[in-house]
């Protein structure tokens, strides 16, 4: 019997930030699996700043978005996946779908974790927070660390992994809330709002001793008072520049970049495709580190994919909290 | 018995390009050299694009500029320093000085090698094109280069060493005349004057395959444009930044900087303090590649400290073709 699925399409490119007018739901209907083939029902989705450019180059209009999902095989004809199994995948924004089983792989179980895990610091955010910090950023224990967006998905893993290596540790992130989150319970040293004060100035206040790994989430004016900050032989690890993802071309301005010269700092733009090789080691710290406390998550969830669009609009304008995900069946 | 020497002050901070109106000349007086101490007649003084940034922050007012120049030892008192010795050191902009022998090294003799070539290809713009290009870069013999200011000091030896290594090398440089010279002499695959149309689509027309690895001496356009051509895992090693050099603060503005994250594209500052490890082999493949002519060079020579004002005035202006030299004695 077929299934009804509802999609999340891209129906235009984003003038600037996104509005819900630039997506439409629309219903499709899902086959029976045909031989080899599985029926996936997604659980949650993964709403991630990176789908912002994608957004204008990338993304097809007309069709459903594309992004993280960890779903349920709810029919199979393929032995490579028994009914009932979770697996993620990369077709979120979409109630159900039927695939020949490429893309998708088990989701592995974890004792004490719950699923919203696997897509925050046990999935993709916390494996580019560690790559990113430990292989990009090329961390030494007790060196002086600034994060952006600290209290976003990412920074909020990147930082309390900086602290497990003993390290001092900044954030800056968009609200006061947050702020006392990434000190009461991320356990930062210093953390500020970045709309209260220019970026350049709280961060030179805050980092008396200077930046020896700046962790970049943001690009713009953040890079730009990390570059003001950085210590001889500094690096910079460049996740994303959510600054720039609703301008035209996703353009970032930043002046001080000639700082790079006689600091000798070392910039590397990253993708978790740079370190893949340290999955296991990953996985194994990281389900340590949950299960004791050292690492604090928090989910933003929206539920039911009516809501999806509007958990976009809300994450490019900072309402999240930790990760922003669509929990769409239970 | 004291001698004179005339010295190049800087008495104002430029505001924009330099003019001559920055500097001024002194005249001092020289003394005996003391116990453990030699006087030094420099011969020649080196020129450097480095020196911009230096007069905004770091020269002092009213004193003589600092940088390279190699002298001749005309009265020692130290027997570390023979009379007659050749010494380089970092008393340039000056005609004579005393030392207790700190900071000056003894120049090597190479055969074939015209004492010129010491403050080029073997010297420090060679021996940072050399380290730059193979450590920071991390060069790959074959690859697509893109090197800036192509026809300076640095640009002209990197070009070159990118040719040895076999790689598609295109030069930007600021006269049709300095084209001709990297594509006639220097044997570089393609160059362009960088004035005479926007930089990123002469760049993306020359560079067909993209760039590999882009030896940056200019930042702003250059960098943008480069950036905008980057292949996936590219490095950008960033000897200086030009562009800024006369702008308050030494800024640049680059706006593609966010193409790093998905390029995978590492971006390093460096100085020749990054790979001090490679002088030997340095001089020893140098000294070579000079005397078979593989690695061509040029100089542009002022004669008289009288006019080193102007040499500076000219590097900055773009009027040099290869490493910009004042001759102070014979």
Not at 214 to 243: E, P, T, W
Request: aromatic share 6%.
């Amino acid at each position: 019997m077929p299934v009804t699925s509802r999609e999340v399409h891209l129906v235009r490119r984003p003038d600037g930030a996104p509005v819900a007018e630039d997506f439409a739901m629309v219903m499709t209907e899902v086959p029976e699996p045909g031989a080899g083939e599985v029926r996936v029902r997604n659980l949650l989705m993964s709403v991630d700043p990176a789908m912002r450019p994608r957004m204008s180059v990338g993304q097809a209009l007309n069709e459903a978005m594309m992004g993280g999902a960890i779903g349920r095989v709810e029919a199979s004809r393929n032995p490579a996946f028994k009914e009932g199994a979770l697996v993620s995948n990369r077709f979120g924004f979409r109630e159900a779908f039927v695939s020949d089983g490429k893309g998708l792989s088990p989701v592995r179980d974890v004792a004490g974790v719950p699923l919203e895990a696997h897509m925050n610091a046990l999935g993709g955010p916390g494996f580019t927070a560690y790559g990113g910090l430990l292989r990009i950023g090329a961390l030494k224990d007790g060196e002086q660390v600034f994060v952006s967006t600290a209290a976003g998905a990412v920074g909020a893993v990147a930082s309390q992994i900086a602290k497990i290596k003993g390290c001092y540790v900044v954030g800056s992130t968009g609200s006061d809330d947050k702020v006392r989150w990434l000190k009461d319970v991320a356990g930062l040293d210093a953390a500020f709002n970045y709309k209260a004060a220019p970026v350049r100035q709280q961060l030179r206040e805050l980092a008396p001793k200077g930046v020896d790994v700046y962790f970049d989430n943001v690009g713009g004016d953040h890079l730009d008072a990390a570059l003001a900050s950085m210590n001889l032989l500094g690096r910079v690890a460049v996740c994303g520049m959510i600054s720039g993802y609703n301008e035209a071309g996703a353009r970032t301005n930043v002046r001080n970049l000639s700082n790079i010269i006689y600091g000798r700092i070392n910039l590397r733009g990253f993708t978790a495709a740079d370190f893949m090789d340290l999955r296991d080691e990953f996985q194994s710290n990281m389900a340590d580190w949950l299960r004791d406390g050292r690492v604090k998550t928090h989910e933003t969830v929206y539920r039911g994919i009516e809501n999806a669009a509007a958990a976009m609009v809300d994450l490019m304008a900072g309402a999240n909290l930790g990760k922003m995900l669509v929990r769409l069946a239970d």
